[in-house]
DNA sequence: ATCCAGGATGTAT
DNA sequence: ATACATCATGGA
């Protein structure tokens, strides 16, 4: 990597249950961060093994997990930023400890331990689970990484380039046809229309967060493209709700083997029988590890 | 070919 | 409030 970037490294005994960078960053909770080695811009493969990337308002951040070290570097001094990020402070085994005792969960705590919710920019966040809808994982990395590319802000570090996550300006001002595209597909008018009102002033992050969980649910929903589904993504995976349960195909089938008392006809009841029968406030932790446990099953 | 993917929206009832 | 059709795209 060039020279002129700051570096650190955070002993992984000082995070409280310890971290497994792989499986926070490739569980498909976040769209924010990719693997360097599998960049599709820029030259150049050498000293990109393990290490992950994200650029966050102008800056490159890298993180990479050793034995004993989560080690980063960045054009900044990131090491708070990474904290923020990847809710490092988190207390993993207290949020175990507050988990359903079933088998499936504690086998999710078991085969994937040290994933953490991350906490992902607000815009970033939003305008990816709306891609989300009836997408493969796979593909919402590429609509996000298409995006940087034609509207995020070029930010050059040594001999590569990197994007920013678009402003919402520059997506509001894209066209529904230029977003089509990207294949963003019947999605693209929900993008511009939702950057537009970010772009505009009409609904925006800070408006949001004057509320607490389950309120800012409800508010997220104004945004075009954001159901309740998206917008329990967007209160976990951005907005720090740990108690939020979002339901997806896989956590549908999941209540269906495993926890068919939950299910209540409609999204707001099963969602809340779930929250409470996985363990309430943490809730949206163990959702997240049993997403990724039943996603790679076989 | 048919089905499915971290669903949301518009419309009719 | 709830039921249903419709919406792009690519992989299995």
Redesign the pocket.
Known sequence: MANGLERGSIPLSELPGGIDLQATLE???SYCWWRADERTYGAGTDGDDGWYETVVDGDLLRARQTDGELRWEATTDAEPLLYELLRLDDDLEAIRASAAADDVVQDAYDNYWGLRIVADPFFPCLIS??C?????????FEMQMALRREYGEEIEVGERTYYDFPTPDALAAATEEEL??L????R?P?VQRTAEMVSEGELTESDVTETAYPAVREEL?E?????????D?VCL?SLSCLEAV??????H?AIEEHFPKCER???TDTSDAFRERLGGEFAGYT??YL??HL?NED
């Open positions: 569980s498909g909770q689970f709306i989300s809808a009836q997408m493969h994982v796979s593909r919402i089509r595209d294949n963003l597909g019947y693209a929900y929903t945004f075009v493209g954001v159901g309740q589904k998206v917008s993504c995976f979002p339901l997806d195909t896989w956590m089938t006809g409609n999204y959702q997240t997403f990724h996603r």
